[in-house]
T-cell receptor, first 110, second 113 residues
């Protein structure tokens, strides 16, 4: 069964304190792994798509990496405006549905 | 820039009443997706459309849920005879391809009392 697990559930960091969020997945035939950011009361905002193990993508202070079993979202020197829930989703060969993780709530204190 | 527009933002219905939610996808996007987000951020896929055709409806509880995407009209998601457990935020998303970067609307918060 396709499954996505994100950890930790919540993460509190001081401004400037780098860390990583984890997304572990099991899927038959990975078609893509997606990272989204969701602010309270809003819809998810697309960040990255990763398609194959070894792939990396960067955007400002965020860097996403992918292995055959997990993806990491590294955040370098975060700022308070990076506070949000970060969601991971995967799609497999079986259909076009995305399977979503429960998210990591990131809080950056000034 | 263009965005996915969902209406209404909030909807309150008594148990057993009907609820209808609307979504205007971004122009030029062929695919529309409906998701239900309940507590703890859990996203549940409901249905997807390719233009006006149902693409994947395996997530839909068909007894009470129905959806349409007709030409020149907003897409709609209708829940007949709402139940308390239908309380959730319903998100619509659109994309150019069936698989890839999707743009989400702001969601409709449905509260069934």
């Amino acid at each position: 069964e396709d499954q996505v697990t994100q950890s930790p559930e919540a993460l509190r960091l001081q401004e400037g304190e780098s860390s990583s969020l984890n997304c572990s997945y099991t899927v038959s035939g990975l078609r893509g792994l997606f990272w989204y950011r969701q602010d309270p009361g809003k819809g998810p905002e697309f960040l990255f798509t990763l398609y194959s193990a070894g792939e990396e993508k960067e955007k400002e202070r965020l860097k996403a990496t992918l292995t055959k079993k997990e993806s990491f979202l590294h955040i370098t020197a975060p700022k308070p405006e990076d506070s949000a829930t970060y969601l991971c989703a995967v799609g497999g060969d079986s259909n076009y549905q995305l399977i979503w993780g429960a998210g990591t709530k990131l809080i950056i204190k000034p | 820039g263009e965005e996915v527009a969902q209406t209404p933002k909030h909807l309150v219905r008594g148990e057993g009443q009907k609820a209808k939610l609307y979504c205007a996808p971004i122009k030029g996007h062929s695919y529309v997706f409906w998701y239900q987000q309940v507590l703890k951020n859990e996203f549940k896929f409901l249905i997807s459309f390719q233009n006006e055709n149902v693409f994947d409806e395996t997530g839909m509880p068909k007894e009470r849920f129905s959806a349409k995407c007709l030409p020149n009209s907003p897409c709609s998601l209708e829940i007949q005879a709402t139940k308390l457990e239908d309380s959730a935020v319903y998100f619509c998303a659109s994309s150019q391809s069936g698989y890839g970067k999707a743009f989400f609307g702001q969601g409709t918060r449905l509260t069934v009392v």
